[in-house]
């Protein structure tokens, strides 16, 4: 293994460790869940930028296993494993074409939602649960609005970390 390898496994990790205390931090609050989960995309995509989608997606899984191991909320670790920690690596896989892409990104977050609810449901109620039966596609709709809202959130971070703060960080010069 290369020397600048063993570096960017190096941040991985480190950014593993405090996407992991985050999401703890964002649990022990308990009405920042969500907020704590956009915040660890933010390390994800942060990390895709300076050490590649391979070196990313490593500390995207283990940031999902310690944070499975250790968090009591087993539902927002999931959210963070299928949706904040992969979407900023698969986001640079989406289709050039805008009106393509935004059909794709439609279908991605009606999957994700329909996949959060479906667990919400079935896994993680309760046999008495309080939801009602008409509230699910009015989640379905917010999930989908928030969906397309973080995206383009991703996208104006991005593009700001790479013009502004990226040559101010100078990361690149620890990992050579």
């Known amino acids: 293994m290369k020397r600048s390898d063993i570096k960017k496994l190096t941040l991985s990790a480190v950014c593993a460790g ?27 995509l942060m990390l895709r930028h300076e050490t590649g989608r391979r070196f990313a997606a490593v500390s995207a899984a283990a940031c999902t296993v310690l944070s499975l191991l250790i968090l009591p909320n087993k539902l927002m670790v999931l959210g963070y494993g299928a ?68 995206d383009l959130f991703l996208g104006v971070i991005s593009r700001y970390y790479v013009t502004r703060l990226r040559p101010r960080l100078r990361i690149d010069r620890f990992l050579k």
């Open 83 to 150: 949706l904040a920690g992969a979407y900023p690596i698969l986001r640079e896989f989406m289709p050039k074409k805008p009106a393509l892409s935004w059909i794709v990104k439609f279908v991605t977050g009606a999957a994700v939602t329909a996949a959060y609810l479906l667990l919400i449901r079935f896994v993680f109620t309760a046999s008495g649960s309080d939801v009602s039966g008409f509230m699910y596609p009015v989640f379905a709709v917010l999930g989908i609005v928030m969906f397309i809202i973080f």
């Open 18 to 44: 405090l996407s992991t205390v985050i999401l703890y931090l964002g649990y022990l609050s308990g009405v920042l869940d969500l907020s704590a989960i956009a915040l660890c995309s933010l390390v994800t």
